[in-house]
């Protein structure tokens, strides 16, 4: 998984992403209602950042238009300094759930963007491919698991293959809306650190991740930005001060993990309407 | 080897006593029927009409060896099924590509799907005299109703099946640029094809049915025609081994489409 990854096509895979005072409001009976006021940010090229916030904030909103499902009201949302007008495969995006097609195998799953997309930059031959999908098998722990179906395993393998198929298709922005909600607390800490392995040690993926989980933003991130309750607004952005190749281990043992946990932990449950 | 032995007679013995109620209770009944209800102990209907299990079996052996009605017992069950697949094999043709296009491309379903979900609650049998008026009593008139009946079911069974892919899967297609080819045969199809599938099986019992119901009103041959003409002169017996034997090939089909479906859906239901 290491420096120079034959897979990687050679080509630069770092991207921006950039928010510039990004407001939307949707068409209600009652008229316009804002769910997003003026929410600027940025990520630089391969880094991690995570988006925090109460239920309803609009945390799904920003993932949906970085990913060009929907677009701004107002604001501009950039992707490496072009403006989003529709989804494309230079932008990953990773479900809440794992949404693994059923009838086909984990191998055909991971291989899917590969076969039947377009514009995941140059075509892969039959071998190449078949070692590509080994290569992301391998690094998310599945490479005996290639012929089963997706009922024939558990959540925590259907992530880790929805892992895999995001990762295959060599987007350079990754987007993942709370793609770990669902599972139980230590799968969830070990898919943790999967996608923080995988993401520095190959050094070329600009990921926006969306969470409920004060740890889990501040164990995967490089920045966190806090929202408050709808119309959502970033209220807070905290460089995370750990370094991102630490051990979660050695982390959360710091007493400044702990402090700064709470503090957001605190602050989240204020803006939680009662 | 003795206690194995033992094991197995126990359980045959066991085997044999939970048969034996049920059985006995068939034995009472048929017992009954052969030689209680012969003297008229039925109010209000001729006992003649009502036949013994003796001349059902002597009827089935009848109708086996010399046929009905200038045909063998064998053309007319192959007339009803011949005019069943012909009409529910153009209806799954036409229904299941055409319910997946109107499902996906909301703008034309909106133009035709009202109509057909107008037509589809009128009973099929409803249809028969209407047709029988614009095709006459041929062939054609009863694949024709059952067409109507298998069609309109697999086309809006097919749409409702294309309704339900979760929207996730469209958004996958979308993010990696799919061909709206390989949108319709990699996504949509096989994640609508469960529900199409249960479509085509009741749209084939519909069928099924409906054949037997056209045959009534107007054939030379088959089931349909062989339980009613046997009704007219009084022939109960002859009556009801043909609606055992519609009943009968009704659960063979019912059973071959579900084998198919376990083959085919393997992912179903896990
Ligand atoms: N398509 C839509 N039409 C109307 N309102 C919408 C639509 N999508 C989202 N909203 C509204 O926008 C607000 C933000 O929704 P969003 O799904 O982005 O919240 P979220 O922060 O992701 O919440 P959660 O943490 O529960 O997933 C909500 O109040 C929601 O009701
Ligand atoms: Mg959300």
Not at chain 1, 112 to 135: D, K, Q
Request: hydrophobic residues 45%; charged residues 20%; glycine residues 10%.
């Amino acid at each position: 998984m290491s420096g120079g990854d034959p897979l990687s096509g050679g080509g630069p895979l770092s991207a921006q992403i950039e928010l510039r005072e990004v407001s939307k409001s949707f068409d209600t009976r009652g008229g316009g209602r804002l769910a997003l006021d003026s929410v600027s940010f940025a990520v630089k090229p391969g880094e991690t950042a995570t988006v925090i916030g109460p239920t309803g904030c609009g945390k799904t909103t920003i993932l949906n238009m970085v990913a060009g499902f929907t677009h701004p009201t107002a604001g501009r949302v950039l992707v490496d300094g072009r403006e989003v007008t529709e989804p494309g495969p230079d932008r990953g995006f990773m479900f809440q759930r794992p949404t693994l097609l059923p009838w086909i195998t984990v191998f055909d799953n991971v291989a899917f963007p590969c076969r039947y997309g377009h514009g995941l930059g140059r075509e892969r031959s039959h071998a190449e491919l078949e070692e590509a999908v080994m290569h992301y098998l391998d690094s998310v722990g599945l490479r005996d698991a290639r012929d089963l179906h997706p009922h024939q395993m558990s959540g925590g393998m259907q992530s880790r293959a929805a892992l895999a198929r995001l990762l295959i298709a060599e987007s350079s922005v990754l987007l993942m809306d709370e793609p770990f909600a669902a599972l139980d607390a230590q799968t969830r800490l070990s898919m943790q650190q999967l996608l923080k392995h995988v993401v520095k040690s190959e050094g070329r993926r600009t990921v926006l991740f969306i969470t409920h989980d004060v740890e889990e933003a501040l164990l995967i991130s490089d920045h966190v930005y806090l929202m408050s309750a709808s119309p959502g607004r970033i209220i807070r952005h905290v460089e995370v001060p750990f370094g991102s190749r630490e051990d979660y281990r050695d982390v959360v043992l710091r007493p400044e993990f702990t402090q700064l946990k709470h503090e957001l932990i605190d602050q989240l449950e204020r803006l939680v309407p009662r | 080897m003795s206690g194995s032995e033992s094991a197995w007679l126990r359980t045959a013995k066991s085997l044999g006593w939970k048969a034996l109620p049920p059985l006995s209770v068939v034995a009472l009944a048929l017992l009954v029927w052969e030689y209680l209800i012969p003297l008229g102990i039925v109010p209000g209907v001729r006992a003649e009409f009502l036949g013994t299990p003796s001349g059902i079996a002597a009827a089935a052996a009848e109708l086996g060896q010399k046929g009905y009605g200038g045909h063998a017992l064998f053309d007319h069950v192959r007339a009803s099924l011949f005019r069943t697949a012909t009409g529910f094999a153009i209806a799954a043709c036409i229904g299941v590509p055409l319910g997946i296009v109107l499902g996906y491309n909301k703008r034309a379903g909106a133009f035709l799907l009202p109509i057909f979900g107008f037509l589809r609650p009128i009973p099929a049998l409803a249809f028969i005299p209407i047709v029988v008026i614009w095709f006459g009593i041929g062939e054609f008139a009863k694949v024709f109703v059952i067409f109507m009946t298998a069609f309109l079911y697999v086309l809006l069974g097919s749409v409702s099946g294309v309704r339900s892919v979760p929207n996730d899967y469209f958004r996958l297609s979308r993010n990696y640029h799919l061909s709206t080819f390989a949108t319709l045969f990699r996504v949509v199809l096989p994640s609508a094809l469960p529900e199409i599938f249960v479509s085509l099986r009741t749209a084939m019992a519909l069928s099924w049915a409906v054949v037997v119901a056209s045959e009534l009103i107007a054939a030379q041959v088959g089931l349909g025609y062989l339980i009613q003409s046997a009704s007219q002169v009084y022939a109960i017996n002859k009556v009801y081994v043909g609606v055992a034997l519609i009943g009968l090939v009704g659960v063979t089909i019912d059973m071959l489409f579900l084998m198919i479906e376990r083959r085919l859906l393997h992912w179903v239901g896990r």
